[in-house]
């Protein structure tokens, strides 16, 4: 009897671990399929994630020889085309000069405009003898790339600073100008003179490359805003202390094409052709900084609506 209740016993006991065998073996299949199935499903999500495109200019989209575009907000690299290449800069000088007259002058001082001092092809847009207050002079001379401004700014700031006396007013303005581009580490960038008119017909008043300006330009736009506010106009009414009007026009045609522009430079000369650098704000808190170099006359402002264009389509997704 003991040993019949044994067997049924063994029996027993040996039916159960089969069934657990048969459910682990079910339970496992189970599990790992519902693995496998998890793996698949995030497998897809990735491949479903889309890959931004890259930023892309057509080389016949724009006539410029050189172009950079750097996304301020995220301190990024948007675009490159020659960007380190060293040309003629023509006007875009004048940012340069605006940051050493800003950063050598204290208060608003009263500038007196020198016939002697005007160059030969500043334009007459300032009158011999003309008294400006500072800050107005800086405005005009900006907004229409004036290069009389820019002589009588040079020699008046060069007057503030302590010097050796062997050196000129414009001279010394100058180095400082050439000082600022090493401390900003401008490799490419050098200034012979403050305007950045030619010399003569093979030699420009300055040179750098369109990676120094668009870090020149952040540089103004971070800490300097105020001088850059009024190329973001189309003009302004500027009044001298001798009471003359002066229209003046922002040299910036593409302007009214450009939303969002929150600051902009010309530039052109027989030999370096059509500059033109500008900051744009493609959304709140996201200012671009867009440089040309080596369009035409012409050419340098549709390169800067098809290059904002491009921008503005690039972020939006299309």
Partial sequence: MFNENKDRLVVFMASMAMLGILFGYIGARNYFAGVDNKLAVKEEAVQEIPVAPKF??????????????????????????????????????????????????????????????????GGGDVRAGEKWLFSDLLDFTLLVSSNDGASALASAVGSFITKDKNISDEELFINKMNEKAKELELSQTYFINESGLDLNGRVSGSYGSAKDISSLLSYAYLNHNDILEATSYTSLNLVSIDNILHNAQNSNEALPELSGLSASKTGFTDIAGGNLAFVFEAGPMKPFVVVILGSSKDGRFSDAVKIHERVLGYLSGK
Wanted: net charge negative.
């Fill in 56 to 121: 892309e200019i057509e080389k016949d989209l724009v006539e410029a020889k050189s172009i950079y575009i750097y996304d301020l907000a995220l301190k990024k690299e948007v675009y490159a085309r020659n960007a380190e290449d060293q040309l003629p800069l023509a006007s875009l000088s004048k940012i340069m000069s605006a940051i050493v007259a800003r950063e050598n002058t204290s208060g608003d001082p009263e500038i007196a405009i020198k016939a002697t001092l005007l160059p030969e092809r």
